[in-house]
């Protein structure tokens, strides 16, 4: 199950639960406005070559003259679930602190939209973004990309595709809980059969809807699974957070233990008991507030 709801989460169920209740209000534009605090636009970007139009949600602090940071967030799902409003609430309470806009991505989604449709939707966001910065009020040399589960694991992807690419010069990547390699093999991974939103049977589901067969062979791209790079040299610093009861766990920290080791920056954060998603499920508790305290200090000591 996902979710904890009552469908069974299979590649033959993701229509169903795609129209079952969100436990999570989707936010309104009132909500994203924060009475006030934040324009919201939304504009179409071309999407990749022989591609739909990509649509772009745009918060920007309201009434500030001067060009300001942005975060250019990928909501997570699985890559299945989720749109441009996913996750969004928390990357604007720190927009709203630290004077930032956040543009947010409404990518194609698997299983009908397989890799490399997904990252290179939000590839395309992300450079037309930093192409038309002015007209957005944004700094285009202070750029983060970032999202949490799948849309963690996207944004490490982009910061792959914009090196390789000599693509947009992004200063920092923001990966919570990112959902990084496709064989599912990890003790974490493993640990959690059975147990959590977020298990080793869903976490299988996810890939497979994603890559198809090609799925734990040897032919799968960087650019889908971001373990799979075998150069992480060259990246924008990464703060990498995940709590030690989830799937994700060890590739993570491996992630992370791989970007020191090709001589890069990154803030690893291993919260302890912390479940797949706890700082949206449980927004009050003090771990929850711990983690989202450190995001929002990392973002802070980037952006000075």
């Given at each position: 199950m996902m979710g904890g709801g009552p469908v069974e989460f299979t590649l033959a169920t993701i229509p169903a639960i795609r129209q079952a209740p969100s436990p999570f209000p989707v936010p309104t534009l009132d909500d994203l406005r924060r009475g006030g605090a934040f324009e919201v636009t939304s504009v179409q970007a071309p999407g990749p070559a022989g591609a739909p139009d990509i649509s772009l949600l745009i918060c920007r602090p309201a009434g500030v003259t001067v060009a300001v940071p942005?975060?250019?967030?990928i909501h997570g799902g699985g890559m299945m679930l989720g749109d441009n409003r996913t996750g969004v609430p928390g990357m604007l309470n720190h927009a709203q602190r630290l004077q930032m806009a956040v543009v947010s991505v409404e990518y194609r989604?698997?299983?009908?939209?397989?890799?490399?449709?997904?990252?290179?939707d939000c590839y395309a966001g992300l450079a037309w973004t930093v192409a038309h910065a002015a007209e957005l009020g944004i700094d285009p040399a202070r750029v983060i990309v970032g999202g949490g589960s799948a849309g963690g694991g996207?944004?490490?992807?982009?910061?792959?595709?914009?090196?390789?690419?000599g693509g947009p010069a992004l200063i920092g990547q923001l990966l919570m809980c990112p959902m990084l390699d496709d064989r599912n093999e990890?003790?974490?991974?493993?640990?959690m059969t059975g147990l959590g939103v977020w298990d080793h049977a869903a976490n299988e589901v996810g890939w497979t809807a994603l890559l198809g067969d090609a799925r734990g062979g040897p032919d799968v791209s960087p650019y889908a699974a971001p373990a799979r790079a075998a150069d992480l040299s060259g990246l924008?610093?990464?703060f990498i957070d995940?709590?030690?009861?989830?799937?994700f766990r060890d590739e993570d920290v491996a992630y992370a233990t791989r970007i020191w080791r090709a001589g890069g920056s990154a803030?690893?954060?291993?919260?302890?008991g912390g479940f797949h998603g706890f700082t949206v499920a449980a927004p009050d508790a003090a771990l929850s507030r711990a983690a989202v305290a450190a995001q929002l200090s990392w973002l802070s000591r980037l952006l000075v």
């Open positions: 942005a975060l250019y967030h989604l698997a299983p009908e939209t397989p890799h490399p449709g997904p990252v290179e996207l944004s490490a992807a982009v910061a792959l595709l914009a090196r390789d690419r990890t003790p974490s991974s493993w640990q924008p610093p990464a995940v709590g030690s009861a989830e799937t803030e690893l954060h291993v919260w302890p």
